[in-house]
């Protein structure tokens, strides 16, 4: 199947890609330490206290790194980044790193859980909908996600809450009681969470899912496989999918940036200990290293995901990969 | 025998009729070619066979297949006679296959679609023999290729093996060389004639070209309005054409203009040694991208006064050049004079200069701002001018320039949209002939117009150019145009000049081999 | 007419009216505290009912209108203001170094989310509306940026900006005279998606805390104080929610209602 001429250019593309990746994080983290950096007033004389003896003071400074020139406050931070080594919390006196891992364990498996959901549920509904253009299947999907579109997620996750837990009881009202206690109750723990965040996102992905695929039943080549005489669904699966999927792929992209966000907000509601509760103490104990690490982390892993759209691009579009 | 049997055919779409009681068949292994200008209902006739008609199309009538009534049966059973009993070329090659399968794949298609049992194996070398029938052989186009990786006619070759895979009884071909060169249409044209004639496949092809329609049919159908004005056998029809249409689509394809005598030579515009390159991507990992000379030491002179054609197919570099010429893209090499003042000023293009040099362009829908009225479309080029008219001088100018060009002053305050495709060529040239310059490039200008509308176009290119003094490039790759509307001509191919001589010389006795070939290729109208 | 739109425009105009009128005229003072009286249902003296300090919810919906217009049309403003004239610049230099160090800012900023924007804000000034604003003015910059630079790029190609360039017009008052008059439509049906997405980032803005600050009323705020009263008073959750919704489904659409609208398909159809 591949031809030398063509897995060159492959490579290519990969390395183009993989090139830019870094530039951006590169960029980026530059951004996020400066603007840290404009932050008046002095970590060290914060967490001292106002009657800090100058010595301690400038022990302290020396420990958490403040005492040396900004660029080799930077280089020092982003070397650290790359080993794993966040710095030390301000506050706790902790690594960084080991709080930031014990939130992601709540924080990305709930951005993962919601991007499946909403994949899961916006595929069919936009397929079926594409299909039945006009009909009154259609225009059903088409007016729920209209409403879905307009929820606030973290209003919806306060309904699902007085609904399910309060009400049914299905369901826990929030608190996360962690992984030891097996992977379903984890994740039992995580579905009105995950529902709250997916739905309106999935409402999105239908309303492009659906808009994609009739674009598609325009192009000449859904006729001409029509001419072969496939039916008209056949035409769609065989024909109009892949080709649809390229714009749901750009939208499922950025959908996580506005997943990971979200579920900083719904975190809120449930009073889950993912990143979300973890930023908003720091920002009012002024732990600005916290602070600092956890935004870092958030914009990397939205350009890693944009970076993992692209080679996906690749795989469904074989011009892409001719053309570099 | 007969295959095919359209009778009493109508259609409408909501409600407006687009077919109206149309009767034709098709026999076995018989060409048969329906021809008319647009909005004449060809396209709609070959959907219909095919059952393949945009929603909410009401039809009246019968189209019977051997013994089968198309109209009466269910969409299951139509489409198991799509593809196995009726073939179908498109006009688009380039949109009409499935970017992201590969060729292989898409030719196989149709194959397992009808037969099930057939493993993917047999399908697979099904698939290639069929590619290697329609000129497309294995080694040099493995299965594995994609649409991207072919050429507009080798793309049209393996929409025309996914058509004939299964041998069907019918093939039906809407426009299927439009698109084309005029060497890959002689190519393909030969092909689908051949494959009529060895498998006794019945033809039908849709064309708006009545010179491939006298070349290849073995009969002919006139349609107007969505109503077949004429049809008869080939030979018959073009001696006797009882039918007023037919006579005046026929004669539009052949017109000719009468040019007014070239004044004696003294030269407008001279191109010397012009060349110009692009960059390429990269072919490989680490490769050096590699340029591509698209325009390759040009050199000619346009004499003042003088009708000069440029002719070549797709990527010889005439779009380029007129590019050049316009000063829009500078040049690596080479110059451009016009009137002995350079077209470029250093990097920047010369106002002065091009104050005496206009344009009209290909698509009439285009070429205009959709949300300006017709009297500011054609006053953008007094941007050119050190001080534009205003006023009633503007005015005044606006309404000669679509008088000159058979519109009237009122025109002025219209939208574009409210144009025809004839009238918006009309409204470009006015657009061109607005700060009275001495030379007009015509840039595929009549390509996109019906024969009928062309005709007249060409028409008033002929006066105007008397009237004004004009000096008019001609480029295009319509070797009849070319032929009635200069009397000098350009050849190019491959970036380069390869031939040049007086019109009817080059045409009569070309002396390039590709010149040769170009218009050996060229369908031509039968002399009668 | 199209039913998108009418629907649209009256929804859009009942929360731009009651935004007014607040400046005005509210059934009750929205800071009057009223114990007494706290958490009364729909339906009483108190149309919409009252929170725990007795506050009348509808006046307080009527005042957080003006924030919640105030911020998402001042960030679709900033947006518009400088991510167009980006986009046209990019457009008109396409394929250079300026385009791409325009598009790659772009996809730089396309990774701060705005609420990841806002934190560091916050982090730094402090919560305010104002910083709501400048974090989803500064997410819809790229926003705008794009959609004009992709559109702008497919006119570049067209005719008739060709025979502008004939005419020997200079590539900014190109874009200015040609482009940017054929991108309009797209920007207003952009606009008003863009401003309905502000609205319910204000919302979750103010309601985690990083937006506007007591005693500015917003409805996201007012979600926030109604979290812990759920189970007792659902309507202080039910009222907000349902202004928040009714509000973004109005301006969604009006901006379907106007992409209908302002696309007359002036172009007829090639054959």
């Given at each position: 199947?591949?031809?030398?001429?063509?897995?060159?250019?492959?490579?290519?593309?990969?390395?183009?890609?993989?090139?830019?990746?870094?530039?951006?994080l590169?960029?980026?983290s530059?951004v996020?330490f400066?603007?840290?950096?404009?932050?008046?007033?002095?970590?060290a004389s914060?967490?001292?206290?106002?009657?800090a003896q100058?010595?301690?003071?400038?022990?302290?400074?020396?420990?958490?790194?403040?005492?040396?020139?900004?660029p080799?406050?930077?280089?020092a931070?982003v070397?650290?980044?790359l080993?794993?080594?966040?710095?030390?919390?301000?506050?706790?006196?902790?690594?960084?790193?080991?709080?930031?891992?014990?939130?992601?364990?709540?924080?990305?498996?709930?951005?993962?859980?919601?991007?499946?959901?909403?994949?899961l549920?916006?595929?069919p509904?936009?397929i079926?909908a594409?299909?039945r253009r006009?009909?009154a299947?259609?225009v059903?999907v088409?007016g729920a996600?209209?409403?879905?579109?307009?929820?606030?997620?973290f209003?919806?996750?306060?309904?699902?809450?007085?609904?399910?837990?309060?009400?049914l009881?299905w369901?826990?009202?929030g608190?996360?009681?962690?992984?030891?206690q097996?992977?379903?109750t984890?994740l039992?723990?995580l579905?009105?969470?995950?529902?709250?965040l997916?739905?309106?996102q999935?409402?999105i992905?239908?309303?492009?899912?659906?808009?994609?695929?009739?674009?598609?039943?325009?192009?000449?080549?859904?006729?001409?496989?029509?001419?072969?005489?496939l039916?008209?669904?056949?035409?769609?699966?065989?024909h109009?999918?892949r080709?649809?999927?390229?714009?749901?792929?750009?939208?499922?992209?950025l959908?996580?940036?506005f997943?990971?966000a979200?579920?900083?907000?719904?975190?809120?509601?449930?009073?889950?200990?993912?990143l979300?509760?973890?930023?908003f103490?720091?920002?009012?104990a002024?732990?600005?290293i916290?602070?600092?690490?956890?935004?870092?982390?958030?914009?990397?892993?939205?350009?890693?995901?944009?970076?993992l759209?692209?080679l996906?691009?690749?795989a469904?579009d074989?011009?892409?990969?001719?053309?570099? | 025998m007969?295959?095919?049997?359209?009778?009493n055919?109508?259609?409408?779409i909501?409600?407006?009729?687009i077919?109206?009681?149309v009767t034709l068949?098709?026999?076995?292994?018989?060409?048969?070619?329906?021809t008319?200008?647009?909005g004449?209902?060809?396209s709609?006739?070959?959907?219909a066979?095919?059952?393949?008609?945009p929603?909410?199309?009401?039809?009246r009538?019968?189209?019977m297949?051997?013994?089968q009534?198309?109209?009466?049966?269910?969409?299951s059973?139509l489409?198991?006679i799509?593809?196995?009993?009726?073939?179908?070329v498109?006009?688009?090659?380039?949109?009409?296959?499935?970017?992201?399968?590969?060729?292989?794949?898409?030719?196989?298609?149709t194959i397992?679609?009808?037969d099930?049992?057939?493993?993917?194996?047999?399908?697979?070398?099904?698939?290639?023999?069929?590619?290697?029938?329609?000129?497309?052989?294995?080694?040099r186009?493995p299965l594995?290729?994609?649409?991207?990786?072919?050429?507009?006619?080798?793309?049209?070759?393996?929409?025309?093996?996914?058509?004939?895979?299964?041998?069907?009884?019918?093939?039906?071909?809407?426009?299927p060389?439009?698109?084309?060169?005029v060497?890959?249409?002689?190519?393909?044209?030969?092909?689908?004639?051949?494959?009529a004639?060895?498998?006794?496949?019945?033809l039908?092809?849709?064309?708006?070209?009545?010179?491939?329609v006298?070349?290849m049919?073995?009969?002919?159908?006139?349609?107007?309005k969505?109503e077949?004005v004429?049809?008869?056998?080939?030979?018959?029809l073009?001696r006797t054409m009882?039918h007023p249409?037919t006579?005046?689509?026929?004669?539009?394809?052949n017109?000719?203009?009468?040019?007014?005598?070239?004044?004696?030579?003294?030269?407008l515009?001279?191109?010397?040694?012009?060349?110009?390159?692009?960059?390429l991507?990269r072919?490989?990992?680490?490769?050096?991208p590699g340029?591509f000379?698209?325009?390759d030491?040009v050199?000619f002179?346009?004499?003042?006064?003088e009708?000069?054609?440029?002719v070549?197919e797709?990527?010889?570099?005439?779009s380029?050049?007129?590019r050049a010429?316009?000063?829009l893209?500078?040049?690596?090499?080479?110059?451009i004079?016009?009137?002995?003042?350079?077209v470029?000023?250093g990097?920047k293009?010369n106002l002065?200069?091009?104050?005496?040099?206009?344009?009209?362009f290909q698509?009439?829908?285009g070429?205009?701002?959709?949300?300006?009225?017709?009297?500011?479309?054609?006053s953008e080029?007094?941007h050119l001018l050190?001080a534009?008219p205003?006023?009633?001088?503007?005015?005044?100018?606006?309404a000669d320039?679509?008088?000159?060009?058979?519109?009237?002053?009122?025109?002025?305050t219209?939208?574009?949209?409210?144009?025809?495709?004839?009238?918006?060529q009309?409204?470009?040239?006015?657009?061109?002939l607005?700060?009275?310059p001495?030379?007009i490039?015509?840039?595929?200008?009549?390509?996109?117009l019906?024969?009928?509308?062309r005709?007249?176009?060409?028409?008033?290119l002929a006066?105007?150019?008397?009237?004004?003094?004009?000096?008019?490039?001609?480029i295009s790759?319509?070797?009849?145009?070319v032929?009635t509307?200069?009397?000098?001509?350009?050849?190019?191919k491959?970036?380069q000049?390869?031939?040049?001589?007086?019109t009817?010389?080059?045409?009569?006795?070309?002396?390039?081999p590709?010149?040769?070939?170009?218009?050996?290729?060229a369908p031509r109208?039968p002399?009668l | 007419?199209?039913?998108n739109?009418?629907?649209?425009?009256?929804?859009?105009?009942?929360?731009?009216?009651?935004?007014?009128?607040?400046?005005?005229?509210t059934?009750?003072?929205?800071?009057?505290?009223?114990i007494?009286?706290?958490l009364?249902?729909?339906?009483?003296?108190?149309?919409?009912?009252?929170?725990?300090?007795?506050?009348?919810?509808l006046?307080?919906i009527?005042?957080?209108?003006?924030?919640?217009?105030?911020?998402?049309?001042?960030?679709?403003?900033?947006?518009?203001g400088?991510?167009?004239?980006?986009?046209?610049?990019?457009?008109?230099?396409?394929g250079?170094l300026v385009?791409?160090?325009?598009?790659r800012?772009n996809?730089?900023?396309?990774a701060f989310?705005?609420?990841?924007?806002?934190?560091?804000i916050?982090?730094?000034?402090g919560?305010?509306a104002?910083?709501?604003?400048?974090?989803?003015?500064?997410?819809?910059?790229p926003?705008?940026?794009r959609?004009t630079?992709g559109?702008?790029?497919?006119?570049?190609?067209?005719?008739?900006?060709?025979a502008?360039?004939?005419?020997?017009?200079?590539?900014?008052r190109?874009?200015v005279e040609?482009?940017l008059?054929?991108?309009?439509?797209?920007?207003?049906?952009q606009g008003t998606?863009?401003?309905s997405?502000?609205?319910?980032?204000e919302?979750?803005?103010?309601?985690?805390g990083?937006?506007?600050?007591?005693?500015?009323?917003?409805?996201?705020?007012?979600?926030?104080?109604?979290?812990?009263?759920?189970?007792?008073a659902?309507?202080?959750?039910?009222?907000?929610?349902f202004?928040?919704?009714?509000?973004v489904l109005?301006?969604?659409?009006?901006?379907?209602g106007?992409r209908?609208a302002?696309?007359?398909?002036?172009?007829?159809?090639?054959?």
């Amino acid at each position: 199947m591949i031809c030398t001429p063509t897995f060159g250019l492959m490579i290519r593309y990969l390395l183009k890609r993989l090139l830019s990746l870094c530039i951006s994080l590169a960029v980026a983290s530059l951004v996020i330490f400066t603007v840290i950096e404009i932050a008046p007033g002095d970590p060290a004389s914060f967490m001292l206290g106002m009657n800090a003896q100058p010595e301690t003071l400038a022990a302290l400074r020396s420990e958490l790194g403040l005492d040396v020139s900004k660029p080799a406050r930077y280089l020092a931070w982003v070397g650290g980044l790359l080993q794993g080594d966040f710095g030390t919390s301000y506050t706790y006196r902790t690594p960084v790193s080991d709080m930031i891992a014990a939130r992601l364990w709540v924080s990305m498996p709930l951005a993962l859980y919601a991007l499946g959901l909403s994949t899961l549920i916006a595929f069919p509904a936009g397929i079926y909908a594409a299909a039945r253009r006009g009909k009154a299947g259609d225009v059903g999907v088409m007016g729920a996600t209209q409403l879905g579109v307009a929820v606030p997620n973290f209003w919806f996750a306060m309904i699902l809450v007085l609904i399910f837990a309060i009400n049914l009881r299905w369901f826990a009202a929030g608190g996360f009681v962690g992984w030891e206690q097996g992977v379903l109750t984890g994740l039992h723990a995580l579905t009105l969470p995950a529902i709250a965040l997916a739905l309106p996102q999935a409402a999105i992905l239908a309303r492009v899912m659906r808009s994609a695929l009739l674009d598609v039943l325009g192009e000449d080549y859904m006729r001409t496989a029509r001419a072969k005489g496939l039916t008209e669904r056949q035409a769609l699966w065989r024909h109009g999918l892949r080709n649809a999927l390229i714009p749901v792929l750009t939208i499922i992209g950025l959908q996580f940036s506005f997943l990971l966000a979200g579920s900083i907000i719904i975190e809120q509601v449930f009073y889950l200990p993912g990143l979300g509760r973890l930023v908003f103490q720091s920002i009012s104990a002024r732990d600005l290293i916290v602070v600092e690490s956890v935004v870092m982390l958030l914009v990397f892993s939205v350009i890693l995901v944009n970076f993992l759209v692209d080679l996906a691009y690749a795989a469904v579009d074989p011009r892409l990969r001719a053309r570099a | 025998m007969t295959l095919l049997s359209i009778t009493n055919l109508s259609l409408a779409i909501h409600r407006f009729d687009i077919l109206h009681d149309v009767t034709l068949s098709v026999d076995a292994g018989e060409i048969v070619a329906v021809t008319g200008e647009s909005g004449s209902g060809k396209s709609m006739t070959a959907l219909a066979a095919m059952q393949l008609l945009p929603k909410g199309t009401q039809a009246r009538g019968h189209i019977m297949l051997g013994d089968q009534d198309l109209l009466a049966l269910p969409e299951s059973e139509l489409c198991a006679i799509r593809g196995n009993d009726i073939g179908m070329v498109f006009q688009e090659p380039m949109t009409a296959l499935n970017p992201v399968q590969t060729i292989g794949h898409q030719v196989a298609e149709t194959i397992r679609i009808h037969d099930k049992t057939v493993s993917r194996q047999a399908a697979a070398k099904r698939a290639a023999e069929t590619l290697e029938r329609v000129g497309l052989p294995n080694d040099r186009f493995p299965l594995t290729r994609y649409p991207h990786e072919l050429s507009g006619g080798q793309r049209q070759r393996v929409v025309i093996a996914m058509a004939i895979a299964l041998r069907p009884r019918l093939l039906i071909a809407d426009e299927p060389t439009t698109a084309l060169d005029v060497t890959t249409q002689a190519q393909i044209l030969d092909l689908l004639k051949s494959l009529a004639r060895d498998d006794g496949m019945g033809l039908l092809m849709i064309t708006h070209d009545l010179a491939v329609v006298a070349d290849m049919a073995d009969r002919i159908i006139v349609m107007r309005k969505g109503e077949i004005v004429e049809q008869g056998q080939t030979q018959s029809l073009l001696r006797t054409m009882r039918h007023p249409y037919t006579q005046m689509l026929f004669a539009a394809s052949n017109h000719s203009v009468a040019l007014p005598k070239a004044p004696p030579p003294q030269p407008l515009l001279t191109v010397e040694n012009v060349s110009r390159d692009y960059a390429l991507p990269r072919r490989t990992l680490f490769g050096k991208p590699g340029r591509f000379r698209a325009v390759d030491n040009v050199s000619f002179t346009l004499q003042r006064g003088e009708r000069l054609g440029l002719v070549g197919e797709s990527g010889c570099g005439k779009s380029t050049l007129t590019r050049a010429l316009l000063g829009l893209e500078p040049v690596q090499s080479g110059s451009i004079t016009l009137d002995g003042t350079a077209v470029f000023s250093g990097t920047k293009p010369n106002l002065d200069v091009r104050r005496k040099m206009q344009v009209v362009f290909q698509d009439p829908f285009g070429s205009f701002n959709p949300r300006h009225r017709v009297d500011r479309l054609i006053s953008e080029p007094f941007h050119l001018l050190p001080a534009p008219p205003s006023g009633s001088a503007r005015t005044d100018a606006i309404a000669d320039a679509l008088i000159a060009v058979g519109l009237s002053p009122d025109d002025a305050t219209k939208y574009i949209h409210e144009f025809s495709g004839g009238q918006r060529q009309r409204i470009a040239i006015a657009r061109a002939l607005i700060i009275r310059p001495d030379l007009i490039l015509f840039d595929e200008a009549v390509s996109a117009l019906d024969v009928s509308v062309r005709a007249q176009i060409l028409d008033l290119l002929a006066e105007l150019c008397s009237a004004y003094d004009l000096t008019y490039l001609f480029i295009s790759h319509d070797l009849t145009v070319v032929r009635t509307i200069t009397d000098r001509v350009l050849v190019m191919k491959s970036g380069q000049i390869v031939e040049q001589g007086a019109t009817a010389e080059v045409f009569d006795q070309p002396q390039h081999p590709y010149t040769q070939k170009l218009l050996a290729a060229a369908p031509r109208l039968p002399d009668l | 007419m199209n039913r998108n739109l009418i629907l649209g425009a009256l929804l859009t105009s009942v929360f731009l009216l009651s935004a007014l009128v607040s400046f005005v005229w509210t059934p009750f003072s929205h800071t009057a505290m009223d114990i007494p009286n706290k958490l009364q249902g729909v339906g009483g003296a108190h149309l919409l009912g009252t929170d725990h300090f007795g506050r009348d919810i509808l006046s307080m919906i009527m005042v957080g209108a003006r924030t919640s217009i105030a911020v998402a049309l001042v960030a679709v403003g900033i947006g518009m203001g400088l991510g167009v004239p980006l986009g046209l610049w990019a457009a008109a230099k396409r394929g250079s170094l300026v385009d791409e160090i325009i598009m790659r800012g772009n996809d730089l900023v396309f990774a701060f989310p705005s609420l990841v924007i806002a934190i560091l804000i916050t982090a730094i000034f402090g919560a305010s509306a104002i910083n709501a604003i400048i974090a989803i003015g500064i997410f819809n910059i790229p926003v705008f940026a794009r959609i004009t630079r992709g559109a702008a790029l497919s006119l570049w190609e067209r005719e008739f900006i060709l025979a502008a360039r004939v005419a020997g017009k200079s590539a900014a008052r190109i874009s200015v005279e040609h482009i940017l008059p054929n991108v309009t439509n797209l920007l207003i049906v952009q606009g008003t998606i863009q401003f309905s997405l502000g609205i319910l980032a204000e919302a979750g803005l103010s309601y985690v805390g990083l937006g506007a600050q007591p005693p500015t009323p917003s409805w996201g705020r007012m979600l926030a104080d109604a979290q812990t009263m759920v189970s007792i008073a659902p309507h202080m959750a039910l009222v907000p929610g349902f202004a928040i919704i009714l509000t973004v489904l109005g301006l969604n659409l009006m901006g379907d209602g106007l992409r209908d609208a302002l696309d007359p398909r002036l172009r007829v159809t090639r054959k």
